[in-house]
């Protein structure tokens, strides 16, 4: 399965995007899929996670602001972002594990810029 991020892209601080993760194959199996970024000189961090009971977690910065889901049927992966900030900025990657396999997947990643 080939994970590939889209929806970056430019916009200014308040402003909203909506990320996808298209799989090619079926996200039916993926017990745990998640959004993380990196910014220009530091470590990836996880930004927003989903299992597959439907449970979510969000890391502290983005709570309130965006929320992750997923489409089975679609085998697609969700981040929306509401009310953006220029500290936000960064490159966005999907990443998708199955148990069974004990196999991670991960997308090519996404640019998002927040103008102030």
């Known amino acids: 399965v080939q994970l590939q991020a889209s929806g970056g892209g430019l916009v200014q601080a308040g402003g909203s995007l909506r990320l996808s993760c298209a799989a090619s194959?079926?996200?039916?199996?993926?017990?745990?899929m998640g959004w993380y970024r990196q910014a220009p000189g530091k470590e990836r961090e996880l930004v927003a996670c989903?299992?597959?009971?439907?449970?979510?977690t969000y890391a502290d910065s983005v709570k309130g602001r965006f929320t992750i889901s997923r489409d089975n049927a679609k085998n697609t992966l969700y981040l929306q972002m509401n009310s953006l900030k220029p500290e936000d900025t960064a490159v966005y990657y999907c990443?998708?594990?199955?148990?069974?396999?004990?196999?991670?997947?991960w997308g090519q990643g996404t640019l998002v810029t927040v103008s102030s």
């Open positions: 990443s998708g594990y199955v148990n069974y396999y004990q196999r991670e997947y």
């Open positions: 194959g079926s996200i039916f199996s993926m017990n745990y």
């Open positions: 989903i299992v597959s009971g439907g449970y979510t």
